[in-house]
């Protein structure tokens, strides 16, 4: 499987597509790659969030906020 030729190919069958439900069909997919994509990514952060709190690797609210308040 040559991954770039596969791309050469869609992309020149796609351009040659002068359907606009087709063209809507495609568009459809790959936005609801990026928002599966980003639930994906916003699971994991959940994940390890919650892994640090089980662990106790967290700090209070006060200790983070006196650090940064200057900056806030």
Do not use: C
Request: hydrophobic share 40%; charged share 40%.
């Amino acid at each position: 499987m040559n991954i770039d030729a596969d791309i050469t190919w869609i992309q020149n069958e796609i351009a040659k597509i002068k359907d606009p439900d087709l063209i809507h069909v495609f568009k459809s997919l790959l936005q609801y790659r990026e928002k599966k994509a980003s639930a994906d990514a916003l699971d994991l952060l959940l994940d390890k969030s919650f892994n640090d709190l089980k662990e106790g690797r967290t700090k209070p609210h006060d200790e983070v906020k006196s650090k940064y308040d200057k900056w806030l």
